[in-house]
């Protein structure tokens, strides 16, 4: 090869690589030249049948080629890598002072609201928080609470049957049994959770709900605890003016029984359309724990004694919040959901 021809190779590698638009381009030049069958490789090979003179020569002269080649060449990559690095950059750019996407915070559930309010009273009376589980046996949800083997609510068309002995419990109260058969007094403990009952959703009623059920165990209870505690818990809940009454009532489970009215919180007594015109509204069911459910749990019935109560959580949101029908707290309407803030 001569000198002349390692002089174009040199100055047509000096246009191509200008030119290379890409790091493929490039990177096609780059082989073509040095690569093992490239034009610059094959003309430094070509220098073995030179003469000792010439050779040195062309030798300095395609090593000059070579490495003037490369820079350019390593030139051109640099320049595309910080072309693309320059690109992805912007690609990538943040605008740190943009508003950022609308991050919406969750709202707790009207229900799970008032079972903590609920909660926060009782603790506050020194009751602390007993669970019991959903399905329960029938044995806790009826037996163990006095009720008559002939009672209405054991009925098929009230209560869901798992199996002969296991049901969807239809009331916290089982709770109560469970805590006797678990624990000595003195017992102070409040239970919410979710009851099951056959019926069909209606604007006051549905086949889900819960209750917090509550019950207290000692030496020396007597109705005047229970009748304290619980207007206690009214005035808490719906305002220091709210007062209380206790009516006469049924439960197997409690003897004496009653049921609690307060003072509607709305009109003050004198009647308007939360009390129906009464100006009474009823509250929770309650009484003096029945001496065969304390026996259940092996309690001394001589020594201690109880007063318990349970009332429908629903039905308390429902008159704090004035909502007339049961069904928007399992609708999940966000419109409805997210006022409970
Ligand atoms: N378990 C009753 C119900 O579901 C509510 C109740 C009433 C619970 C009186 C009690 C009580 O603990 O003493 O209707």
Redo the contacts with the bound molecule.
């Keep these: 090869m001569r000198k002349e021809e390692l002089q174009d190779i040199l100055s047509e590698a000096r246009e191509r690589i200008a030119a290379a638009a890409s790091h493929e381009d490039a990177e096609g030049i780059r082989v073509g030249l040095l690569g093992k069958k490239g034009r610059l490789t094959g003309a430094l090979r070509s220098m073995g049948d030179m003469e000792p003179e010439a050779r040195k020569e062309f030798g300095r002269l395609a090593n000059e080629a070579r490495a003037e080649i490369e820079g350019l060449l390593a030139d051109k990559f640099d320049g595309f890598k910080a072309a693309a690095q320059r690109a992805r950059f912007l690609a990538e750019r943040i605008d740190v002072t943009e508003p950022g996407a609308d991050i919406s915070l969750g709202t707790r559930h009207p229900v799970t609201i008032m079972i903590d309010e609920i909660a926060r009273i009782f603790m506050g009376m020194g009751f602390s928080i007993a669970e019991g589980p959903e399905i329960e046996t029938v044995f806790n949800n009826f037996d163990a609470l006095n009720a008559a083997p002939s009672h209405p609510s054991r009925d098929l068309t009230d209560t869901f049957y798992i199996t002969g002995d296991t049901l969807l419990r239809?009331?916290?109260?089982p709770v109560?049994v469970r805590t006797l058969m678990s624990q000595a007094p003195p017992i102070r403990v409040i239970s919410p959770g979710r009851?099951f009952r056959v019926d069909s959703p209606d604007a006051t009623h549905s086949p889900m709900f819960n209750?917090v059920?509550?019950?207290l165990v000692d030496e020396g209870v007597s109705m005047a605890d229970l009748k304290g505690t619980l207007d206690a818990f009214a005035k808490s809940m719906f305002g220091a003016e709210v007062r209380t009454r206790f009516r006469p009532h049924f439960?197997p489970?409690?003897e004496p029984?009653a049921e609690m009215d307060m003072s509607c919180f709305k009109c003050g007594g004198a009647g308007c359309r939360v009390c129906k015109g009464t100006g009474w509204i009823e509250v929770?069911?309650?009484?003096m724990?029945h001496p065969n459910v304390l026996k259940v749990g092996g309690v001394d019935t001589e020594r201690y004694t109880g007063?318990?109560?349970?009332?429908g959580v629903e039905r308390m949101a429902m008159l704090k919040h004035g909502i007339d029908d049961i069904r928007l707290f399992y609708e999940n309407d966000m419109r409805f959901i997210e006022q409970f803030k």
Excluded at 170 to 173: A, E, I, K, N, V
Excluded at 284 to 287: D, Q, R, S
């Design positions: 239809t009331q916290t109260s109560q009851c209750q059920e509550g019950l439960f489970f409690t029984s929770l069911g309650c009484g724990v007063f318990a109560f349970g009332m």
